[in-house]
């Protein structure tokens, strides 16, 4: 296959950037339910639900509702979390956008590939161009979904 017919094929295939989220989309938050967190002080890789996930010494590990772990920025963590002290952050009130997955992919985050499936994970839009994959499940425990009632 030539490169003219690989680069057409990847400019239609669907992929998640701000305009996917014209449609469909609904606005959420996070929960005010504590989470846990270490700081990393050495620099290494964790799996996390959508794939492996590099951090850098100084980042947050949090430890979701199931147990899956991933790691956060200092700056991130201190945008999105209330530090209480204690190895427990709580998420700030900050308005996001979100969307269920409408088809099979990889969200390209600056920290490495999450991928996602169709039906399957939310993508959460944290800014332009800046976004991540929670799973269903996962999304239901920590995210208002009352904007979601009745479709």
């Not at 239609?12 to 929960?31: I, L, N």
């Not at 996001?96 to 399957?120: E, F, I, P, Q, R």
């Not at 993508?123 to 999304?139: E, Q, S």
Request: proline residues 5%; charged residues 25%.
């Amino acid at each position: 296959m030539n490169d003219d017919i690989r680069q057409s094929i990847a400019a239609t295939e669907p992929r998640v950037d701000d305009a996917w989220f014209d449609s469909g989309s609904f606005q959420t938050y996070k929960h005010p339910t504590a989470i846990s967190y270490e700081t990393a002080s050495d620099n290494g890789t964790v799996d996390t639900l959508e794939g492996p996930v590099n951090y850098t010494v100084g980042h947050k590990i949090i430890t979701g509702p199931k147990g899956e772990k991933y790691p956060v920025s200092p700056i991130k963590f201190a945008a999105y979390y209330d530090d209480n002290g204690d190895g427990t952050a709580t998420p700030k009130k900050i308005m996001k956008v979100a969307k269920l997955a409408d088809h099979d992919g990889v969200v390209k985050a600056s920290w490495g590939d999450l991928n996602y499936t169709k039906g399957n994970d939310f993508i959460v839009k944290h800014g332009t161009g800046d976004y991540g994959v929670v799973k269903k499940d996962i999304f239901a425990k920590t995210y208002n979904t009352s904007s979601l009632q009745g479709k």
